[in-house]
């Protein structure tokens, strides 16, 4: 890859991106945050301005670019101090739609979703008592006829109340009944506008960011068959196919997030003075903004690494997971950094320190826990026994 800091068509990304953002300033994203509202106006100005159909094949209508410019989006809506966590699920819950969908379902939502007539925000995988053990899920899936029906519950499912449809993993065969537990789960692609309130009931958690999210449960939901997404048994295979991309999206917006709070807390330590200089003349203040400085240039590498590997069609699976683990650890650093830096000023909302902390913090967690990676990485990467 050229080298991506010095690469024209990704700097036309930035500032076409810098130019939306700058009209959804630091007190738009207070006030939805202090409302616990929805970004609506973000959300459409992004969308018509073709920015989430960035990956949708051009003969399907949207720009068909690659994961490297759909992760320069992510980053600089969040490095201008914004949420990226309302839009980024339409990013990659398409794959799925893309990868593994019928010709017939691709070509019927695809450009609809890529003119912004549909929304694919969200996906619905995480259950209250299996968690990261998914493939112990207990949401049925039984076909009757024509049609499949949907039992079960699910937690922590975002934007639903803003998403005309949503992926969901439920299984159609018994655990008890496969050879491996990875097989016997389908996908579907359910349509949450006639889903709600017949068979789907959404309960939104409230929550320490401001991100939507929610309980569904399902009560013989009933879907047409042609809702099911590639083929029936192989749901956690096309699950796992796009969580690579979702990594490298996710470091890409924690970069961003490293990227604002070391800008802030350098501003703020060459303007603030105590003791009659700057509080950043300070080497105790300095090293820790510097340190995080290097954490989040050096995640960006192992990011440009897994965004490459995807582009060209490579396993990208050790340097997402790589990329999502230290992206997250250096944006939470950084934000610890920025936070100290600011002293008593770092907890007062209108600095915006305490929302972007609250921000980023959910991403050691969400949408794969840090402990997750490394015991991918001591697996897969190492060959030491699996522990689990
Ligand atoms: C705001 C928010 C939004 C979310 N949005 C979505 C969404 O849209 N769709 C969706 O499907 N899910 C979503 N999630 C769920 C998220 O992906 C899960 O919370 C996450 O995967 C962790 O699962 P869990 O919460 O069940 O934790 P658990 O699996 O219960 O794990 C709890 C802790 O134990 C650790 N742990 C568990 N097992 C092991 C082990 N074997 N070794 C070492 N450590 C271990 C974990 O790392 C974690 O720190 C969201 C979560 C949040 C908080």
């Known amino acids: 890859m050229m080298n991506p800091n010095n690469n024209s068509e990704f700097n036309a990304i930035r500032e076409g991106v810098q130019a939306l953002c700058a009209e959804f300033d630091a007190a738009y994203w207070r006030k939805v945050d202090e409302e616990k509202g929805f970004p609506e106006a973000f959300v459409k100005a992004l969308t018509d301005a073709g920015w989430l159909a960035a990956m949708i094949p051009t003969e399907y209508g949207g ?24 839009v980024h699920g339409q990013m990659y819950n398409m794959f799925t739609l893309l990868r593994h969908g019928s010709e017939e379902q691709k070509s019927f939502y695809l450009p609809k979703i890529a003119a912004g007539e549909l929304r694919l925000q969200s996906m619905a995988v995480t259950e209250p008592t299996t968690g990261t053990d998914t493939t112990k899920i207990k949401t049925t899936a039984v076909k009757q006829g024509d049609k499949y029906v949907i039992n079960g519950q699910k937690v922590w499912i975002s934007r639903v109340q803003h998403s005309d449809l949503m992926i969901l993993l439920a299984r159609t065969t018994a ?4 050879k491996r537990k990875s097989e016997g789960m389908s996908i579907f692609l359910v349509d949450l506008r006639e889903a709600i309130g017949n068979g789907l009931t959404v309960q939104p958690i409230a929550n320490m960011v401001n991100h939507e999210t929610n309980e569904l449960f399902f009560d013989n939901l009933e879907l047409p068959a042609s809702s099911l997404i590639g083929e029936e048994g192989k749901g956690f295979k096309y699950i796992l196919d796009g969580l690579n991309a979702e990594r490298t999206l996710i470091a890409a917006e924690c970069i961003g997030d490293g990227r604002w709070f070391i800008e802030k807390a350098s501003q703020y330590a060459r303007e603030r003075e105590v003791f009659g200089r700057p509080i950043g003349q300070n080497q105790g203040v300095q090293f820790p903004i510097a340190e995080a400085h290097i954490e989040v240039e050096a995640a960006d590498l192992m990011r440009w690494r897994a965004c490459e590997e995807y582009d060209s069609g490579i396993n990208a699976g050790a340097s997402a997971n790589m990329a999502k683990y230290l992206a997250a650890k250096a944006s939470w650093e950084a934000a610890n950094a920025c936070m100290q830096t600011h002293g008593g000023f770092g907890f007062a909302c209108e600095y915006d320190i305490e929302r972007k902390f609250r921000e980023t913090r959910l991403y050691q967690v969400a949408p794969i826990s840090t402990n997750l990676i490394l015991s991918y990485v001591s697996e897969h990467l190492l060959d030491l026994p699996r522990s689990f």
């Open 63 to 86: 720009s068909g670019l690659g994961l490297a410019e759909a992760s320069i989006i992510l980053e600089e809506v969040n490095r201008c101090g914004g949420n990226s966590g309302t």
């Open 175 to 178: 655990l008890a009944e496969v």
